[in-house]
């Protein structure tokens, strides 16, 4: 039974204050401890919670009998074993207290597992709520479904183990971790309605990049931007020993965030009912705490940089899972990280630690005689695109208001002779972004995002429409500087490209600018995404989403004032080995170039006329023959060849003065 839904407007804010200074006084370290359920509702939400666990189980090790209607038997287990316990109970709870919520106050929430191994556990939460057989529906709710569930994971032909494109719900595969809440701030950056639930591994977090990635907050404006609720899944353990955050006390990890920005609310335990209990009032409290500031911010106008809410959940990894096996404690500990009980298939003892593992769970009070999950339980989901698995910013496509981009001939210049000019044509394509921003100034579709460099790479321009942005203290010799601006300028490529891709993937425009030296830092990144588009074109209703635009600038053939520590040329060496679009780009891009150059003999940087890549979601991403690789690798340096007659008098363009 769901609980009455609220209006999320009108959410007052003073429960969630009162509740939360306990825990801003440290009075309770351990977060906020209520009977917030019904003990109806607390039995059904545990119900939902054993029933995802189940189906994660089942996916890791069932190919027959997936409700355990007869004893376990050797046959009934797949030949290899595949998959990610530890993160799944976790990851689980908070899904289903999440919906809890959505239906409570109508929220609009998308879900990123940064642990992505947990691909089982997202699945078996879409499958719960009807989306996956929706998207899916050979998959049904029933028991040849369940089985079919099971099979076609981490199977060939089947579903990856991780969060993936054919997850319903998902823009974030975190099979690389540290990604997870640049994706988040990404989505989050003009969807004022959206809140982003990020679920950061304690591992995950020891990342560079995850580490790095706190500040986003300080890009939030909560009057035009959803709000991003990290999550820190503190399991205690990574794949085979402690995390570091693991043995930290509650005190630094809480001074730690409040660096950052946040107010850390911890939740500890390992009795499910207690935990329940706990994550359901502190996770509610949270997301008061996130309307409250948002409805301050909105109607009486932005006054300073709130301090967002953080979750700290302490649990054992494995939760749930066996405790002691082959005499070596597993729950709770780092060897609940895969496959808890890897002998199944020959060791009796594991397979009957399965089984009574398994059953554990009571499916047969979950599911019933035809495998379909029981109405009192499944009544808990969100209906429609309020369910995660359905929420239409995860397929960003669908939501996607095409950019209206001027005439890029408007922007060119007119030069009689060859090599009689100087020009800069970054300085071209800064007016054009310029025009870009005012034309979707009403979609507010569009940002820039650069580390450091707009200025540099002579992108000026759209300064006389907007500004970098920075929420926070603003002083009078900034330079177009405001808590509204949208150009994301934050010495970071990581985030500059991880926030790209959560605005892209939820339907949004934009372009990354960065010297072609230090792209390279995202070079894994990029590959990560061109793999998830790559997957999304096999996959008929995710939507074509916007291009991932990169400005690669200082390139190294003209990089004579910063010289040999700027040159870096992998980055397109990368793409080109592996893409094929890329390899088409370049070489028709080049052949643009050229007649452009032959047409108005007048882009005297053309070379470096800043080689723009892009992918395009309807692509197709393939391994690279040699052939074509050396085709396109040349015309990619051919567009460099200086057009310029007299190169002694080269000016200050845009590959020579970088600071
Ligand atoms: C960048 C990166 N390095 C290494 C790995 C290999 N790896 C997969 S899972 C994992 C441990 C993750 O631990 P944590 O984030 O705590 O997740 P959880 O405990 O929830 O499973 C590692 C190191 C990876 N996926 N990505
Ligand atoms: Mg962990």
Redesign the pocket.
Known sequence: MNEPAKSSSGIAGSQARRKTSASNKGVSSRGISSNQLSPELLQKMDAWWRAANYLNIGQIYLMANPLLKEPLKTEHIKPRLLG?W???P??NLIYVHLNRLINKYDLDIVYMA?????GPAIVANVYLEGTYTEYFPNIRQDEQGMLKLFRQFSTPGGIPSHVSSPTPGSIHE?????YVLMHAFGAAFDNPELIVAA?????????G?LEGSWKGVKFINPVRDGAVLPIL????????GP?VW?RESDEHIRDFLAGHGYEAFFVEGSDPMQVHQDFAATLEAVILRIREIQTDARKHGFKERPVWPALVLRTP?GWTGPKVVDGLPVEGT?RA?QVPLANVRDNPTHLKLLEEWMRTYKPEELFDQNGRFRAEYAELAPKGRRRMGDNPHANGGLLEVPLDLPDFADYSLDVKKPGTARHESTRQLGQMLRDIFKKNAKSANFRLFCPDETNSNRLGAVFEVTNRCLVSKLIEIDDHLSHDGRVMEVLSEHNCHGWLEGYVLTGRHGLFATYEAFAMVVD?MAMQHAKWLEHCLHIPWRKPVPSLNYLLTSTCWRNDHNGFSHQGPGFIDNLVSKLQDVRNHLQSEGERIRAEIARYTALTEAASASVKIIFDAVRVWRKADHSAHNQSHASAFAITDPVIEDASDWGDGPSRSFG
């Open positions: 990610h530890g993160t799944s976790g990851l940064g642990p992505g191994h947990g975190g099979g690389e971790l540290g679920v950061v591994g304690d591992g995950e977090a020891e990342t990049p899944h503190l399991n205690g353990y990574k794949i085979a995390t693991g990894k780092f990280h894994s």
